[in-house]
């Protein structure tokens, strides 16, 4: 057989990568990602937000192994975005509850949803969001903390922060 024959005829080997660690790089981005950047992490989240918070009602919803799941869970509770609370003692049975470090990525998880909604959801938007207060369907808009008026990419510019431990380099030419 030629080589170019046994070549195309062996199995594949699928390698694993290998999840690239964040947490020297200086960069909140970073370390966002860090704790909520795997694939399970958000959808977990978005359960949680929308009531799901047991493990068995969030395995079912999501399709995840078991143990995948059971890893995410704990990543999230080792960071302080969700609690472990326990429901039942015998069996042991937990529900995961939002901390106020896990409710502070509702914006997140809501631009998230707002990108889907107008980027990869053809049909239309598989949820809607609608304000308690006057009933209507609504869409998140950031805008300025200190003027009201609303914020785009174009509308800002990045400066160094107390935190900064190196400049700021632009992506353009005459930029600050």
Not at 54 to 79: K, M, P, T, Y
Not at 108 to 115: D, E, F, I, K, P
């Amino acid at each position: 057989m030629s080589d170019r024959l046994r070549s195309i005829m062996e199995p594949t080997r699928v390698t694993t990568v290998e999840r690239k660690s964040f947490s020297d790089m200086h960069c909140s981005v970073a370390q966002c990602l860090e704790v909520v950047g795997e694939w399970w992490s958000m959808l977990v989240l978005r359960d949680a937000f929308l009531g799901v918070t047991r493990f068995d009602d969030i395995q079912e919803r999501l399709g995840i192994s078991r143990n995948i799941l059971n890893q995410r869970l704990n990543r999230l509770v080792d960071a302080g975005v969700l609690a472990k609370v326990p429901y039942s003692q015998h069996p042991p049975r937990y529900d995961y509850r939002l901390t106020q470090k896990g409710r502070d990525l509702w914006p997140v998880l809501t631009a998230m949803r707002q990108w889907g909604d107008r980027h990869a959801a053809p049909d239309g938007p598989p949820v809607e969001v609608v304000h308690k207060g006057c009933g209507a369907v609504s869409q998140a808009v950031m805008t300025c903390s200190a003027c009201g008026e609303a914020l785009g990419p174009r509308d800002v510019r990045a400066i160094p922060g107390p935190g900064a431990v190196e400049p700021l380099v632009s992506a353009r030419r005459g930029s600050p």
